[in-house]
Structure formats: C-alpha cells, structure tokens
C-alpha cells in the first residue's frame, strides 16, 4: 500500500454513522440524485489504471452542510472479467466504500446516500479522488483479478442526470438477465434454514427458478448471503447429478435433505407436487392441496380467510402441513414460484390448478397461461367441490379429460402429426419439447349432443404444437 | 456502549421516565433513544415526533419484495431505509418501532432488522429502550444483551407483580441482563415508600428509587408537552439524575 490516506480505513467502520451536526455534506440521498455503476470494459487498453476524473465541483468546493448530487462510475479489465460480474463487483462498493472512517455509504445502485463528517476534513481531506483512489485500492486488494480500474466521480448536477439515465439502461438489462437465469445455468443452489426454529425438519430449496417458501429469498440473496456469513443460515447446495430433469431431482439436493432434516427426508423434487415434494415451512406464503374428488390443485394465500373448496381455511392446512414436513397433496410454495417456468412442471404445470382466490388470481394472473386464465375458479365461481366440478365442466378444465378416461372405456388413438378435424376446441397450451411423457387430450362430444365422439391419449410425445384448430365439418 | 431498557406495567408513567433518562444522559453522551412500545410515544415526549417506524418499513418491504430488482442487496436496502426514519436531535437520535408483526413470515425480515439494529446502536454509547411488559422486541432479540433493566412501577402491588413477571420472562427468554431493578413512580408520601419497600422485599425485587409525584410533570402530560419543557429543579426531574448519579451512568 503506497498511497497514504489522511483517513483510516478499516473493517471496523462499516456501519459508521455520520449524524448530521456532524457532517460536511451530503451527497445523493432524498434530496440530490446519486449513483453507482460498475461497468467492465473488455478492452484494456481503454482503461487508464488509477486515473480519477472528476465533472463539477471538488470536495473543498462545496458549502458545508449542503447536499449535492454524486454520481460514481468504475471502469474495470482483467482477463477473467465479464459484464455478468459487474452486478457482483457493484455490490462490494457498499461493502469497501463504508471501510473509510468518517464516511457513510448506505443503500447500491440509483438510491445511494453519502455523508462525509467534518472530522474527514478536518484530518486532511481535499479531494474526490482520495476517495476514489483509496476504493479503487481496496478493489484491487480484495479482487486481484481486477488488473485494470479508473474512476469517473460526478458532483455537476446536469451531468450527473445524464450519466444516471445511461447507468439506468444498464441495471435494467442487468435485471433482464438476472430474470432469465434457470436453474440449468446455476452450478449451486442455495439453502436456508433462517425459520428452522419453527420448521425443524424444513430443507428450503432456493433456486433461480423456486424462490424460498416465504417469498424473501432469492437466489441471488440467497448467494450474497452465504458469501458475506459462511457459517449463516444460508449455504451452497451443490446440484449433483440431475435424476430427473422434469421433476427436478438432483442428488445433492437429496443429500442436504438427509442432512438437513435429521434423516427424515432423503428425496425432494423440486418441481413436482405430487411425488416426494419440497418440504413446507410455517412461513409460506400460499399453500396448494390436491383435491381428489376433481383430481386437481387448489391454491391460497395467507389474506384469504375464508374456507376454500376442500372444506378447510389457509390456517387450518398451514397448521396441517408446516412445521417441515413432506406431506402428498399439500404443497408450501412462494408466490415468485408461479411465475416460475418449473411450476408444477412435473405434473403439467398450470394445467393441473382449478381453484385460486380471486385476489390472488389477479394478482399473479400475468403468470398464468393465457389459455388457462377462464379455466381456473374463484370464490366468486366455486366455494365447494361440487360447485367447482360444475365449473370445471362448463370451462371445459384440461383435468375434465381425466375423470371421463377413468368412466369411458378407453379408446386410444396414437395422435399423428395432422390434427383431426372435430367438435370446437380451446386452443391447448404451448408445450416445451420433451416436457410431457404423458399427455391426455380432454375428450370431447359434438356439440350436436350425440354419444360418443374420440379421445385423444398421447403417450411419451415429443411435440411442440403452438395452436390447435379443431373445427367441425360443414 | 451501555444498554438500559425501561419497561413496566402500562400507566406506569414509564415512558416519561425514559424521556427523561434520555434527556439527562445526553447532557453528556450520544444516546439512541429506542421507542419499542407500541401504546406509548417516547419521541412525542422528546420532543421529536416521528413519522415513520421500523414496522411501517418492514411491512413496505415485506409488500414490495417481489419487485425488487433480482440483485439488490436487500439488506442495505433495508438499513439505509431505517437509517432514513432516524430523528436527529442535537445530542440524541430517536428511532421508533411501531406496531408489531402481522400474520405473515419475518424471520428473514427480523433477521436482517437485528443486524440493522445492532449496527446502528455500535454508534452511540447509551442506548434507551422504551419497551412493553410482554419484552417482544426482546423475544425477537431485536435487542441482545442488557445492561440495566429498569422496570417502572407506581404505587400498588400490581405494578410489582408486572415487575416479577417481566424478571421472569427476561430469565426465560434467554437474554443476558446484567441488572434488574425497580424504580417505582408517582409515589406521593413516606407511607408509599415505607409499603412499597416492604413489598418488594418480600418478592426479592431490588427497588433502587422512587420518583415523587410531580404537578409541572402531570401539567405537561395532560397538554400533551414534551418534557423537554420540564425544569430542571422539578422533583421528578430531580429524581431521576440523582438515580443516574446513583447507578455511574454518567
């Protein structure tokens, strides 16, 4: 470390707080917009390795107790860096900046709020940019791999607006692809036993695709979280081998099972309901329960106080089957998971749901195929089973075909590439390729109301169909 | 840093015996004034109102976690949003609690608030804790350890028996407290000593004070005036820095 700072820098600062008797400014915050962006840059030889550039007033500039804008821009190279790091690098700002005795860095992105005390000054603080070279040292400390860093500080309010506006494409794109990250592309998943105390025998799953039961973790929180406190209730679960791509079975998710819930459990499937589902806490946000009499699932959400289809309220199923517990035909889940491509993947997805509250059902309906949208009951539709499989008949719900397979005798047609021609028809849901080894069509009678008709049982198809036109002969 | 929380049977008058604990440890330390009583406003009796709680910023969060960006570090999202709730006055800070948890999960949100809060007390040397007799936000260990418990009674054998049950859920919750102590309130004569003292001797209480019954205080309670208005020759007022002189917190 060459460079002297007339200021310490030290761990034991994080968490300082600069009162405002006792500071010089303010920067960012309510008042004054701020930001943070780091940005790597894949060709070296476009960043200048230490170098500071400051736009608008410097440090000593400014009237003490004002407030003022502040925008703080890195650029970064190395071999090993790529833009998917930069969210990650980003993160440490609010880790490495607060390391400076006399200076509050709180909150990341477009929300930060800076103070620096007037004992900074007082101890020999001039510029900018022995704030910003005393982080680019701390980067460089901590992430050898950074082998190149320059910064770029804003204090000129125009240009700080300017700049902002760009840094706000990049978080967007940024959380783009955050969104588009599956649990294909993760090497780990993540573990968190935070609600152990209520759930002792819980194994909280976080994944790309799964957020945890309670809805507060996600995978990347979950990932800052093992990282900052190894030894927390949050750690690395690694994949393993995948059994079952469909169902969401790995073998190290087996295995932290057996270990996390004291040899109770050795089999979880991520994506599945009813075949050795995830455990349920005490603290998910809906519950699902299978309801046998129309072979199909019904969801509720802690704000519906009310009995649904099965005879039973949120509190009595949550008493029934939290605590950890594996329990067939009750499911835990957060609500992020309907939005999940995996939800359910194991028995059909969304084709398998037949009840939701109709809070909840607006609330999550983007996350609904369209084509399911009419099918799924409300209270307003269905406050019991008999009145929900009268629903389910009139909608004509994909899970109607099943019961008629289990009265009519089978007559199976092997489904070709050519869609017959028959009785109107919904349009099916869009299928993944290799998704469905078993697939069954709801039957269907002419409209005229004579007996009979077909029914279609695909089975082990492997086809990916986007609309299905079914008309009657003229 | 020391950590002194008031509690107390409800009516005691506790919360303006914390107003004034603040108001006379800040004549020479930077004290956190901590308002964990949901019924009662300690920051009103300091002069501070405040706007916003802790709870109201955990329930936005609890509301808006799923819009959040995938990437944001929640947790300093968190404290800079309780850091933004601070009342600054010139030689306390006031930071309330507010109403307690509703039926969803927060043992991710708790986990993260007692980081915060335990964060933030590392900035003061005295830390006041105006909480309820039920001790939650101690059950939460929203507070860890405890210097002085100071449990506030007023003249009656109902005040004393709150005070034995918060000693027992302070011994069952696990939390280390270094003192547990009684200071009983409004009391009017030697008669209420003399009954007082001999009542908590039986129930093995450590009674450590006795704050009379004040008429300029009782005057601003019933305006709804802050004590900070309360003179510093007032009984109470007097009371209350003889009991701090007493126990070395100055």
């Known amino acids: 470390m060459a460079e002297e700072f007339p200021f310490e820098i030290s761990p034991m600062y994080e968490g300082e707080r600069v009162r405002k008797g006792d500071m010089y400014v303010e920067l960012g915050g309510s008042t004054k917009d701020g930001f943070e962006l780091v940005q790597v840059v894949d060709d070296p030889n476009e960043v200048e390795d230490g170098k500071v550039t400051l736009i608008g007033p410097d440090i000593l500039d400014m009237e003490e107790g004002g407030f003022y804008p502040y925008g703080m821009i890195y650029k970064v190279a190395g071999e090993q860096l790529e833009t998917d790091l930069e969210a990650v690098l980003e993160r440490r700002h609010h880790e490495f900046q607060p390391y400076m005795q006399g200076y509050m860095h709180l909150n990341q992105r477009y929300d930060i709020w800076v103070r620096i005390s007037k004992d900074m000054i007082k101890n020999g603080l001039k510029s900018f940019e022995q704030i910003a070279k005393a982080t680019m040292m701390l980067y460089k400390n901590e992430l050898p791999f950074i082998e190149k860093m320059e910064a770029i500080y804003i204090t000129d309010e125009e240009k700080v607006k300017e700049e902002l506006a760009k840094a706000m494409e990049i978080y967007k794109a940024r959380d783009e692809r955050a969104r588009a990250m599956h649990d294909e592309d993760a090497d780990v998943f993540y573990g968190c036993t935070l609600c152990q105390a209520f759930a002792p025998t819980s194994v909280c799953v976080v994944t790309p695709d799964r957020t945890s039961l309670c809805g507060a973790m996600t995978w990347f929180d979950c990932r800052a979280a093992a990282k900052v406190d190894p030894e927390g209730p949050n750690f690395p679960i690694e994949k393993g081998e995948c059994l079952d791509e469909l169902k969401g079975e790995y073998t190290g998710v087996n295995e932290k099972a057996v270990e996390l819930s004291g040899g109770e459990y050795d089999r979880i499937m991520l994506y599945t309901f009813m075949e050795y589902p995830h455990t349920s806490c005490g603290c998910f946000e809906v519950i699902g329960f299978y309801m046998p009499e129309v072979q199909a699932i019904g969801w509720v959400d802690r704000n519906f106080p009310a009995a649904t289809p099965n005879g039973l309220p949120f509190s009595s199923m949550a008493g029934q089957a939290g605590g950890g517990k594996q329990t067939l035909g009750f499911l835990g889940i957060g609500i992020q998971y309907f939005f999940s491509p995996k939800f359910l993947q194991g028995e059909g997805g969304w084709t398998t749901t037949a009840w939701l509250p109709k809070d909840l059902k607006d609330r999550i309906l983007e996350a609904i195929p369209e084509d399911m949208r009419d099918k799924i009951a409300t209270e307003e539709d269905a406050t019991d089973v008999t009145q929900l499989m009268e629903f389910m008949k009139k909608v004509n719900h994909p899970m109607v075909a099943k019961w008629a397979a289990e009265e009519e005798e089978e007559v199976e047609e092997a489904a070709e590439a050519a869609a017959p021609e028959a009785a109107a028809m919904p349009q099916m849901p869009m299928m993944q390729p290799g998704m469905m080894p078993q697939m069954q069509l709801p039957a269907f009678a002419p409209s005229g109301g004579a007996a009979g008709g077909i029914k279609l049982v695909l089975k082990n198809a492997n086809i990916k169909v986007e609309k299905i036109i079914l008309k009657k002969k003229e | ?250």
């Open chain 2, 1 to 250: 840093m020391t950590t002194i929380v008031i509690s107390g049977k409800g009516g005691t008058g506790k919360t303006n015996i914390a107003a004034l604990l603040v108001r006379i440890l800040s004549e020479n330390k930077l004290v956190l004034a901590i308002d964990a009583d949901p019924d009662t406003n300690l920051a009103d009796a300091l002069g501070f109102p405040v706007t916003k709680t802790v709870g109201d910023i955990r329930e936005g969060f609890l509301d808006e976690k799923d819009e959040l960006a995938p990437e944001l570090d929640k947790q300093s999202y968190f404290e800079s949003r309780v850091m933004s709730i601070i009342e600054e006055a010139d030689r306390f800070d006031i930071i309330a609690m507010g109403r307690p948890e509703g039926p969803g999960c927060y043992c991710y949100a708790n986990n993260i608030l007692r980081a915060v809060i335990e964060k933030l007390e590392g900035n003061y040397e005295m830390v006041v804790i105006d909480t309820e007799a039920g001790l939650e936000h101690l059950s939460r260990r929203t507070v860890r350890d405890i210097d002085l418990l100071l449990v506030v009674s007023d003249v009656s054998k109902r005040g004393l028996d709150t005070a034995d049950r918060i000693r027992a859920l302070a011994n069952e919750l696990n939390i280390r407290v270094k003192r547990i102590a009684v200071i009983a309130n409004r009391v009017r004569n030697e008669h209420d000593r003399e009954k007082l003292k001999n009542m908590a001797e039986k129930m093995n209480l450590e009674l450590i004070g006795f704050i009379p019954f004040d008429e300029e205080l009782a005057a601003l309670d019933l305006d709804g005036l802050p004590l900070t208005q309360l003179k510093d020759d007032s009984p109470a007022f007097e009371a209350v820095k003889d009991l701090v002189e007493r126990l070395d917190l100055n």
